[in-house]
């Protein structure tokens, strides 16, 4: 019923900029707080931003002043601007929205997830 999808990854040069974009479609009544996490080799899945319905945001302190993120009601999209790339920033990133339904039920959904890669 509810695809989420997420785009924009590759691989970036140190200081680079990349923009992630994820995208919700299906029997979508509403979407209520929206998030990006990351997961790199043989850690934890962690949270980098995140956005409520009304706009305010959350950053990780690893990315706060680098990362920015928003969304677009009107499309069911979140995005995540990352500017002065780091090794360290090297993840597969997912995508995690809560969802009303149009039936009223509401769950969590995560997108499959899209590689960054920052190295020269």
């Known amino acids: 019923q509810v695809q989420v999808v997420e785009s924009g990854g590759g691989l970036v040069q140190p200081g680079g900029s990349l923009r992630l974009s994820c995208v919700a479609s299906?029997?979508?009544?509403?979407?209520?707080?929206m998030g990006w996490y990351r997961q790199a080799p043989g850690k934890e899945r962690e949270l980098v931003a995140s956005?409520?319905?009304?706009?305010?945001?959350n950053y990780a302190d690893s990315v706060k002043g680098r990362f920015t993120i928003s969304r677009d009601n009107a499309k069911n999209t979140v995005y995540l601007q990352m500017n002065s790339l780091k090794p360290e920033d090297t993840a597969v990133y997912f995508c995690?929205?809560?969802?009303?339904?149009?039936?009223?039920?509401?769950?969590?959904?995560w997108g499959r997830g899209t590689q960054v890669t920052v190295s020269s």
């Open positions: 299906g029997s979508i009544f509403r979407i209520n707080d």
């Open positions: 956005i409520t319905s009304g706009g305010s945001t």
């Open positions: 995690k929205t809560y969802i009303i339904l149009r039936t009223s039920l509401g769950s969590l959904y």
